[in-house]
């Protein structure tokens, strides 16, 4: 004999499916009032209403930048860097920021590309204190000896030596770049 979705015997007084019809009934009247929610925003008023938001997309153009020996007095150097690179490509220094920085450790001969990584890991504090450019990037880091930055193979060093390897976020027209090097 078939069974009626859960409804007990065939020929039942019907009181069992009600529970079921109320169910269903206060289901549907929850999507519908879900559906006819209506969501407000209010929006500031000004001058600053008007203007959107900068958007910016990340370049992938690396390129490499030594880390100083003395890293809390070297954020002159690393800024100075970064500048260098902005103009070399024609952006303006409002348009264009540090967006991800790729910090290489050096490792010696004894030791494994870890040590290198664990130095770089170390030395990251230390970097981002030292300028108010590399306070709010994306920063990783790696141990190597070399490392290839924008089709160009560039020594990291030994023990003790780091590069950072930078990519520039960039606010304008969309950028066409070569990003298969």
Known sequence: MAR???????GGSGEDG???????????LMVVGLGSAVITASSPSGPSATTAPKTFQLS???FAVR???????GGS???TAVASEIAKRGWSPDSSKPGLVIVMGGFSGSESPGAGDGRARSLLPALRASTPLLQQVEMRTGGARSVR????????GSAGSYLMV???????PPLTEDCTR
């Open 4 to 10: 009626r979705f859960g409804f007990g015997k065939k």
């Open 18 to 28: 009600a529970g079921w019809i109320y169910a269903d009934l206060f289901l549907a």
């Open 60 to 62: 992938c153009a690396e």
């Open 67 to 73: 880390v100083p020996g003395n890293v809390r007095g």
């Open 77 to 79: 150097q690393v800024e």
């Open 149 to 156: 930055v924008n089709g160009i193979d560039t020594t990291v």
């Open 166 to 172: 930078v990519y520039l976020l960039f606010s304008g």
